[in-house]
């Protein structure tokens, strides 16, 4: 039995990054590929992000005032 702990971070896709952001999902792709946001690559080569990742980038872009 393997009792090493599952790397368990939730994924989200382009399209669910753009929502929170409010942005069009090509946007969060260009981010990516100018290094602005990290992004991991699955097996079929989709780009994915974390969440807990995002949610920090969306805390610190959105004033206090708009939340």
């Known amino acids: 039995m393997n009792s090493a702990p599952a790397m368990t971070a939730t994924l989200l896709t382009p399209g669910e990054v753009a929502s929170m952001f409010r942005v069009d999902p090509k946007t969060v792709t260009r981010w990516a590929n100018a290094g602005k946001i990290r992004s991991v690559r699955t097996l079929g080569g ?13 805390m610190e872009a959105v004033p206090a005032q708009q939340r």
């Open 46 to 58: 989709h780009r994915r992000f974390v969440e807990s990742e995002i949610r920090e980038l969306l």
